[in-house]
């Protein structure tokens, strides 16, 4: 039950990501984005980390390479091609081919895949993962499994390859996903005893946060690289505690409510196709009011694009399943 709870927690987490991508130049997204938005990508690194850490313990290397060519690879280069005939129909300074060759991370002209710039989270997810799996293999074979070596190796590997090598977006997503890594085990296997004192725990870690954000906000931010900065991503990290506390919080009813069991599994697609939707929208909306524009992307798109998903996966199952890599 308490990954049913998480899992209305990322659900809550896509709608940000959409929200954040609904961004035109209006004087409330820079607030609003900042204020609710900015945890939402480090907290679906970080759940990445604890879920791999998990699979990597229970199933042998070929298929958990097999599991993320499935679940990441093929909808990710499906999605970046649908995003890339959206894109077309909008002028674009990108030429085809280096749109290409962004979409396979071999230019380096930009982190963001051409035509679903939304899918570099998960393009920076499947290196990070392939990275893993050697490391976990040699920490096993030859340093008996020592966390604190597999620990730093993959944190100085992932930091190195997202800085220098390739660009994979900010540095500091391989570290939400290590930081995952680290303590998956831990807060999968215990019992809690007592939920009162992890909620309290988690309540205290969320006002942390927000003073911290506060703090953020009081000394300056970057609007649209909001985890830029140490302060930004400390209070990220204190939410994200908070949060996986307080999910003991959710009512079970809630959890088997049929509304929410219908549309919460949806969150992969959603994430997968609001990008260059979102993009063509606010293309041929350009002459609107920007701040009309982006409470009404911000109403209507969360709800047209789950009602698509819910539509695709109750008639075309199949393609369903394919598009958001068989969950």
């Known amino acids: ?17 959409v929200w954040w991508h609904c961004y035109c130049g209006s004087f409330i997204e820079r607030w609003f ?22 699979t990597l313990n229970t199933k042998a290397y070929g298929i958990v390479i097999w599991l993320k060519v499935r679940s990441l690879l093929i ?5 970046c091609c649908i995003g890339a005939i959206i ?33 570099w989270y998960v393009r920076s997810l499947l290196i990070f993962m392939l990275l893993t799996i050697p490391i976990d293999y040699i920490n096993k074979k030859f340093f008996r499994n020592r966390r604190y070596v597999f620990q730093i190796i993959l944190l100085a590997l992932i930091l190195a390859i997202s800085h220098y090598l390739i660009r994979l977006g900010p540095s500091s997503s391989g570290f939400y996903f290590v930081m995952g890594m680290t303590v998956s085990e831990r807060i999968l296997g215990c019992k809690r005893d007592d939920t009162r004192k992890s909620t309290i725990a988690g309540l205290c870690f969320i006002l942390v946060a927000a003073l911290l954000r506060c703090i953020w906000f009081w000394v300056g931010y970057d609007f649209i690289n909001g985890g830029g900065t140490l302060l930004a991503n400390v209070s990220v990290c204190f939410l994200i505690a ?11 009813r809630l959890v088997a409510f049929n509304v929410i069991c219908q549309f919460v599994p949806l969150t992969a697609f959603v994430y997968f ?34 009602l698509l998903a819910w539509i695709v996966k109750k008639y075309f199952g199949r393609v369903y399943s394919v598009l958001s890599g068989g969950r």
Not at 1 to 17: H, W
Not at 75 to 79: D, F, L, T
Not at 244 to 251: Q, Y
């Open 242 to 252: 908070g949060l996986w506390n307080i999910a003991d919080l959710i009512p079970d």
């Open 273 to 306: 196709m609001h990008y260059p939707i979102n993009d063509w929208i606010k293309y041929r909306a350009r002459g609107l009011n920007s701040e009309f524009l982006f409470i009404a992307l911000v109403v209507c798109a969360p709800i047209s694009y789950l």
């Open 33 to 54: 984005i900042p204020c609710f938005c900015v945890w939402s990508v480090p907290w679906f690194f970080f759940l990445s980390g604890v879920l791999f850490r998990k």
């Open 87 to 119: 894109t077309y129909l909008i002028p674009s300074r990108v030429s085809v081919l280096d749109g290409v060759l962004d979409i396979f991370c071999i230019s380096s002209r930009k982190i963001h895949p051409w035509g679903n710039t939304a899918l």
């Open 75 to 79: 909808p990710y280069i499906i999605w």
């Open 1 to 17: 039950m308490k990954l049913n709870k998480i899992q209305i927690i990322s659900f809550l987490a896509m709608l940000c990501v």
